[in-house]
């Protein structure tokens, strides 16, 4: 075996921790044959081709690994919690921790004796909790929608993986520039425009570009969910009105709001709508 492909089965073999044990237990030597095959004829077309393989199998094993992680996290022999039932109540848990978080941020007092508390527990629910929530709510519909557009949900598990992880990095932003400033008050920072405009502008950034691979996992759910006939029509586009909207916040900051608003109608009529259907075959299955 050449010096490269063997460096390339290394690279692919060490990539497959990501996958979980059991996973990489049953499919591994598998996998890693047929990238060894994929290598080869790849590296005989040119630098190109192989440019080519290695964007495609770091895409798709990013995807398929965390969908993976997903599976045996809610593995149904683990959990009599079935993973639609998850799926809405993590939905559900959407709009429930924005509004909760953003009337902590509107009305909370950061000098006021419960004042920190209140603020990281507004950190909590909104990054952490609603990207939690957000990835369990996008593997649910991947699941549910399955084989119509498989390339589809894959995409749009990873953006929102993405989105969520942009969301944790808000979190650890301001969560760290709160703190600098109570631990050192006599630098008197919350006077400091520079700061200010500097904190402010980071934030913003960073909640864009959450925003901005929220859309393209809305726009990537709306388009398959109206192709497949798996979710209604009108939340399919309002799916992809909301996603086309959250696009738009990097570019019109002003539309954030608008973007927010159709998170929350959204979330809310899908969480109802898995809750629904996870409670129908429980009834049918209780009739005598």
């Not at 590296?43 to 969908?67: E, N, P, Q, T």
Request: hydrophobic share 55%; net charge positive.
């Amino acid at each position: 075996m050449k010096k490269s492909t063997l460096r390339a089965r290394q690279v692919y073999s060490a990539l497959l921790h990501l996958y979980p044990t059991g996973f990489r237990r049953e499919y591994a030597t598998e996998l890693t044959l047929l990238f060894v095959d994929m290598y080869h004829a790849a590296a005989a077309r040119g630098m190109r081709a192989l440019v080519r393989l290695w964007l495609a199998v770091l895409l798709d094993l990013m995807s398929s690994a965390i969908r993976e992680r997903m599976r045996t996290m809610f593995n149904p022999k683990w959990t009599a919690v079935p993973i639609q039932k998850w799926g809405g109540l993590a939905s559900l848990l959407l709009p429930v921790a924005l509004i909760a978080s953003s009337l902590i941020y509107l009305t909370g007092n950061l000098r006021d004796a419960m004042g920190p508390f209140a603020y990281s527990l507004a950190d909590f629910l909104y990054e952490p909790v609603w990207a939690a929530s957000l990835v369990t709510t996008v593997f649910t519909l991947r699941e549910r929608i399955g084989e119509p557009a498989p390339r589809r949900m894959d995409l749009a598990l990873l953006a929102s993986f993405a989105a969520a992880c942009a969301f944790v990095a808000v979190a650890c932003i301001r969560s760290a520039n709160r703190h600098y400033h109570l631990i050192h008050p006599e630098l008197h920072l919350e006077e400091s425009s520079t700061i200010l405009i500097v904190w402010t502008t980071l934030v913003a950034g960073v909640i864009g570009t959450a925003l901005h691979f929220l859309g393209w996992a809305w726009v990537l759910i709306g388009s398959a969910g109206w192709t497949s006939g798996r979710l209604p029509r009108l939340l399919s586009a309002l799916y992809m009105l909301g996603g086309i909207t959250s696009l738009l916040v990097y570019l019109l900051p002003a539309m954030e709001g608008n973007a927010l608003a159709l998170v929350v109608v959204v979330s809310i009529w899908q969480g109802i709508l898995l809750l629904k259907e996870t409670q129908a075959p429980e009834k049918i299955a209780s009739q005598p």
